[in-house]
């Protein structure tokens, strides 16, 4: 039985191609059922077309509100019947009523090892805080901004010559690694979240996930 994922998207979309190449070739048994973009420019909706994935467009500027957004995407979203909803780079903050509608089913990934440098420009504060190792968390998506209980993440190192683009190239890496990882743990019916947080093979995750180091 097929796990049907819907991924949402605002850009480039990188983390929905490699998912789209870890089911073709790696046989993760995932099935994506659908990229919905909240911009009609977003580069993933290409990919999904050119992977013959269904794709829609919901522009959020043509809502009153967050909560008229949020409530026709969940509307979108069920048509698809999903069992897992994948955030890949959806550039919206989600109101609890979403969050609370996909609770243990809606997974995120952020440039940073959480819980340090939550929000944007996780690279340059990392450079700045002088961090010798910086990375990416999936985690279970909660009500507190970047803040659910961690999957996985991915650690590497900072090099004495990084900057921000450079770290960013090599974390955008890792992050390619690790959200096909996450989500065929979830289709594969092995990654859950309990009332403690992850459960992995029916363990308890540690706090920070389970830590790779690509």
Known sequence: MACNVVVL???SGSNLQALIDS???DGNPARIAAVISNRAD???LVRAQ?????????DHKQFADREAFDAALVEAIDRHQ????VLAGFMRILTPAFVTHYSGRLLNIHPS??????????????LEAGDSE???????VT??????????????PVLADDTPDSLAQRVHQAEHQIYPLAVRWFAEGRLRLGPQGCLLDGQALPAQGWQIRP
């Open 143 to 156: 009500e507190e901004l970047d803040g659910g209980p961690l999957v996985v993440q991915a650690v590497l």
């Open 50 to 58: 050119q992977a013959g994935i269904t794709r829609e467009v919901l």
């Open 134 to 140: 910086h990375g990416c968390s999936v985690h279970f």
């Open 82 to 85: 999903p069992d897992l909803v």
């Open 9 to 11: 998207i605002s850009g």
């Open 23 to 25: 089911i073709a070739h």
């Open 113 to 126: 090892l959480l819980p340090k440098h939550k929000g944007l420009h996780t690279h340059q504060r990392a």
């Open 42 to 44: 977003a580069y993933g």
